[in-house]
């Protein structure tokens, strides 16, 4: 699937709010990098998830 049909289907943010959004994740070269593009926080298809290691920090501690 290309990125565009990808983006397509999981930034549709219906009953997220604002701040709710979807987006796909996968492992290249050991890294984790997004393989579609956010909506609310910048991150790319190919990037480097640094976000992703904090955001997760957050949801497990709850903050």
Same mark, same amino acid.
């Given at each position: 699937m290309n990125k565009a049909a990808l983006n397509s289907?999981? +930034?549709?943010?219906?009953?997220?709010?604002?701040t709710g959004e979807t987006y796909i994740?996968?492992?290249?070269?050991?890294?984790?990098a997004y393989r579609t593009d956010r909506?609310?926080? +910048?991150?790319?298809?190919?990037e480097d998830m640094k976000d992703f290691v904090?955001?997760?920090?957050?949801?497990?501690?709850g903050r």
């Open positions: 289907i999981v +930034q549709r943010r219906e009953g997220m709010g604002k994740v996968g492992k290249r070269d050991d890294k984790i909506v609310i926080k +910048q991150g790319g298809v190919g904090e955001d997760l920090a957050v949801l497990i501690e």
